[in-house]
T-cell receptor, first 114, second 116 residues
Framework: AQSVTQPDIHITVSEGASLELRCNYS??????LFWYVQSPGQGLQLLLK??????LVQGIKGFEAEFKRSQSSFNLRKPSVHWSDAAEYFC????????????FGKGTMLLVSP | NAGVTQTPKFRVLKTGQSMTLLCAQD?????MYWYRQDPGMGLRLIHY???????AKGEVPDGYNVSRLKKQNFLLGLESAAPSQTSVYFC???????????????FGQGTRLTVV
């Protein structure tokens, strides 16, 4: 079955430190890959997406993600975290071709300490 | 730009009552989706639609019905609400790349439903 796994439920990072959120997928073929962010009481906002090409993808708010086929991973990174980055982050995937629906990971809650 | 709009934003229902959640998008997207979000569960797909007049079941369809009579609207109905349907509901829409591929989903702000 197709699935997306985010191994970390919570992560705490000091402000100014670097961040990496993990995401692994299980699909028969490489899916489209996405990272979304959700602030409290808000909907989901797309941070970045990977369809094909360069495996290092740049997104909004200074985030980037690297697709690694050999590891079935699509990890999200940020060099220096700001207090405003505290939110819940969701990795998602959708199969290529035809109509497709997103499958989400269970999310990682990012806490930023002063 | 309104994007994806959900109404209502909050609702409290008694067990057994019915209600309809409305989702409207103004981006001319072909695909529309209803998800529910529960703590520790991520987002789970309830129903989706790939075009006007078509609907399909997602991961957790039981207890819900949907309709898409107009391309821009996607309605989610609860015929007899149960406490297990207490959740935050998100509507989303997306468009096709034209080569059969899908794109990222755009989300509404959510509807917080409590069934007592």
């Amino acid at each position: 079955a197709q699935s997306v796994t985010q191994p970390d439920i919570h992560i705490t990072v000091s402000e100014g430190a670097s961040l990496e959120l993990r995401c692994n997928y299980s699909y028969g073929a490489t899916p489209y890959l996405f990272w979304y962010v959700q602030s409290p009481g808000q909907g989901l906002q797309l941070l970045l997406k990977y369809f094909s090409g360069d495996t290092l993808v740049q997104g909004i708010k200074g985030f980037e993600a690297e697709f690694k086929r050999s590891q079935s991973s699509f990890n999200l990174r940020k060099p220096s975290v700001h207090w405003s980055d505290a939110a819940e982050y969701f990795c998602a995937a959708a199969p290529r071709g035809g109509y497709s629906t997103l499958t989400f990971g269970k999310g990682t809650m990012l806490l930023v300490s002063p | 730009n309104a994007g994806v709009t959900q109404t209502p934003k909050f609702r409290v229902l008694k067990t057994g009552q019915s209600m309809t959640l409305l989702c409207a998008q103004d981006m001319n997207h072909e695909y529309m989706y209803w998800y529910r979000q529960d703590p520790g569960m991520g987002l789970r797909l309830i129903h989706y639609s790939v075009g006007e007049g078509t609907t399909a079941k997602g991961e957790v369809p039981d207890g819900y019905n949907v309709s898409r009579l107009k391309k821009q609207n996607f309605l989610l109905g609860l015929e007899s609400a149960a406490p297990s349907q207490t959740s935050v509901y998100f509507c989303a829409s997306s468009y096709s790349t034209g080569r059969g591929g899908n794109t990222e989903a755009f989300f509404g702000q959510g509807t917080r439903l409590t069934v007592v």
